[in-house]
């Protein structure tokens, strides 16, 4: 299975402080992309990050991206309650007869404190 | 990004019956993907619709169960089939764009579906 794994599956910090999410996967990929789902809602996309790529920031986020270890991690900087959520990594793998389908994994549950 | 609307967005349905889920973006899309995500969980691919042609269903997924509609660029349906409680689950929807990366989906809000 291509299905990556996120760790931890629950992290819970204060306001101001910086949450660190990690990903696992297990085979070549195209690009990894970070999606962000409140409480039952749809998901959001964060940020994509392609394989030739090591690093990728946009405003609070930094991604990386070990292709080597086939691993990358989510770090949201000075968190808000407001970044209370589930986060999810997911992989695309190369072209050819995936129609670009999307590897999810099981997600990390932020809880940010006030 | 894409703007994706889903309809119903929560419903409670009796066992047995069946209930047909819409899709619409604002603009045409190649791909529309069809997930099911259940209480807790992670986003598991039902099907991946192409405009003009059949669904291609995953592994453990049936037409029969879910069958799918793709009858424009910009619209889908999905519909849940003589539902069991094990097919409450949130189902959310998904494309990409042209122009965007390889895989890069946008989501629509979902449609909590809720079988009793």
């Known amino acids: 299975s291509q299905q990556g794994e996120e760790d931890p599956q629950a992290l819970s910090i204060q306001e101001g402080e910086n949450a660190t999410m990690n990903c696992s996967y297990k085979t070549s990929i195209n690009n990894l992309q970070w999606y962000r789902q409140n409480s039952g809602r749809g998901l959001v996309h964060l940020i994509l990050?392609?394989?030739?790529?090591r690093e990728k920031h946009s405003g609070r986020l930094r991604v990386t991206l070990d292709t080597s270890k086939k691993s990358s991690s989510l770090l949201i900087t000075a968190s808000r309650a407001a970044d209370t959520a589930s986060y999810f990594c997911?992989?695309?793998?190369?072209?050819?007869?995936?129609?670009?389908?999307?590897?999810f994994g099981r997600g990390t549950q932020l809880t940010v404190w006030p | 990004s894409a703007v994706i609307s889903q309809k119903p967005s929560r419903d409670i349905c009796q066992r047995g019956t069946s209930l047909t889920i819409q899709c619409q973006v604002d603009?045409?899309?190649?791909?529309m993907f069809w997930y099911r995500q259940q209480p807790g969980q992670s986003l598991t691919l039902i099907a991946t619709a192409n405009q003009g042609s059949e669904a291609t269903y995953e592994s453990g997924f049936v037409i029969d169960k879910f069958p799918i509609s793709r009858p424009n660029l910009t619209f889908s349906t999905l519909t849940v089939s003589n539902m069991s409680p094990e097919d409450s689950s949130i189902y959310l929807c998904s494309s990409g764009l042209a122009g965007a990366a390889w895989g890069e989906q946008y989501f629509g809000p979902g449609t909590r579906l809720t079988v009793t």
């Open positions: 603009s045409q899309v190649t791909m």
């Open positions: 997911a992989t695309a793998a190369d072209r050819g007869s995936t129609l670009g389908r999307l590897y």
């Open positions: 990050i392609r394989s030739n790529e």
